[in-house]
């Protein structure tokens, strides 16, 4: 089989390349964003210099308590405005421009990890609520000089923001519960556990109850998603078919020798499924594969996506009952209302060219339409030893492109030894 390195690609399409190239002048918006930072550096200014206005009149007792007050208010005043700078040239860049890797930085900011242009507009909103306080409050400090007419505007204008604000966060609660209508699930697949599923690392992948792995978690973000969907995250992942539930914090990041812990907890922000790429888990028996692949579905499932989980076996069978009644094309055409599917157990049965050839159709299929996890325990190089048929070299291509590949090595997590942790938890 030719290397998947060296396999000859499509080049795209005109549209496709047009469609780059308008994607591209999304870097038009940069320096906007770099103008911000020239902003915040005048606020920076202004900061130090009210600062040691204050702390001049203060030492030559030339400041009343009222002067202080508003003195202090309009420090407040600056460093609110630098904060709504900071979110909106940061949150706006990762938004509208290119992400930003932050993921393990220990200064990584709380709100950056589920930012969309959604939840940016409430947070710019809240702070605009904010600086209005701060503003109307130095109006009421300083009563006696200021006229009735600015104060009634004021107020008016506060209550605005305050209403402004309070409808953009009541929206994003109905439009997210619209569109999760609108997707509502159209397959349900019984919910059974699979005989031999990879349960891997983690206290519910056969460790011995009570014990407890001693490494340090994931460095994982904060789920994301308005309230509103969590209504119906059982219903998505009852619909998902897991064979168990299983937590990325769960997993035992010390067990396995060769594992990439920053690229598990990249995966764990789901930034692949709006990119539409595939993420393919590969390794030996027990080394976890099938735990990654359920617990970032379980976390697609509780982020408001909708999420099929099967083996490869199993989708074969499927597609070939399809094929069968003459719906094959239907079959696939259904599971693009499905942002991610996943594919456990590639390589632990061999496959004919004609299995080969409906696992490529699915594939082939989802090709840039959607998310594609898959689990496997070899390497992309050596699917021909358990895959025949000409569709191989395609199907293999697509998937590679456009995928992160985790490489997890070690031993089964199942036969490792549990006395020394028995030992330790009876200390």
């Known amino acids: 089989m030719a290397d998947v390195q060296t396999m000859t690609r499509t080049p795209p399409p005109p549209t496709a390349t047009l469609g780059y190239a ?26 130090f210099n009210e600062l040691w206005t204050l702390i001049v009149r203060c030492v030559s007792g030339r400041a009343d308590e009222t002067y202080v007050m508003l003195a202090v208010l309009k420090l407040v005043d600056v460093v609110m405005i630098a904060n709504l700078l900071i979110m909106v040239i940061v949150g706006g860049y990762e938004t509208f421009v290119s992400r930003i890797d932050l993921q393990g930085h220990r200064d990584q900011p709380e709100w950056l990890s589920h930012v969309n242009p959604n939840v940016l507009k409430v947070k710019l909103a809240t702070a605009i609520v904010g600086i209005s306080s701060v503003h109307l ?5 300083d009563v006696h000089h200021t006229e009735r007419h600015d104060l009634l505007w004021g107020t008016v204008i506060h209550m605005a923001f305050i209403l402004s ?14 569109s999760e209508h609108a997707h509502a699930p159209r397959e349900h697949a019984p919910a059974g556990r699979h005989p031999h599923h990879d349960g ?16 340090a978690p994931l460095p994982l973000p904060a789920q994301a998603g308005p309230p509103a969907r969590e209504s119906h995250a059982e219903d998505r992942i009852r619909d998902a078919a897991f064979p168990a539930r299983k937590q990325l914090e769960d997993f035992d990041t010390g067990y396995p020798r060769v594992f990439d812990r920053d690229a598990v907890a990249r995966l764990g922000k789901l930034d692949f ?48 009952g399809a094929e069968a009644a003459g719906r094959l094309a239907e079959k696939l055409a259904g599971l693009d209302d499905v942002p991610l599917l996943i594919v456990d157990e590639v390589g632990y049965v061999p496959f004919d060219a004609d299995a080969a050839r409906l696992l490529f159709r699915l594939v082939a299929h989802r090709y840039e339409r959607g998310s594609l996890i898959v689990t496997s325990d070899r390497p992309l ?37 549990v006395t020394s942790a028995w030992a330790e938890r009876s200390c």
């Open 165 to 178: 604000a309070a409808i953009l966060a009541y929206m994003s609660g109905p439009m997210a519960a619209r």
């Open 200 to 215: 891997g690392p983690g206290p519910a992948g056969g460790a011995a109850p009570g014990v407890r792995p001693a490494t």
């Open 273 to 320: 499924l709006a990119a539409r790429r595939n993420v393919l888990f590969t390794g030996a028996p027990g080394t976890g594969k099938t735990h990654l692949a359920i617990a970032l579905g379980l976390r697609a499932c509780q982020a408001g996506h909708r999420v099929l989980f099967a083996t490869a076996a199993e989708w074969v069978d499927r597609l070939a």
């Open 137 to 141: 409050l130095q109006m009421f400090v």
């Open 22 to 47: 308008l994607f591209a002048t999304r870097w038009l918006q940069a320096p906007l964003y770099f103008g911000l930072v020239v902003v915040q550096g005048v606020y920076v200014y202004k900061f």
């Open 381 to 417: 190089e050596r699917w021909h030893e358990v895959l025949d048929g000409p569709s191989l070299p395609a199907m293999v291509d697509r998937l590679a492109h456009h995928a992160e590949t985790v490489r997890l090595e070690g031993d089964s997590y199942r036969r490792r030894p």
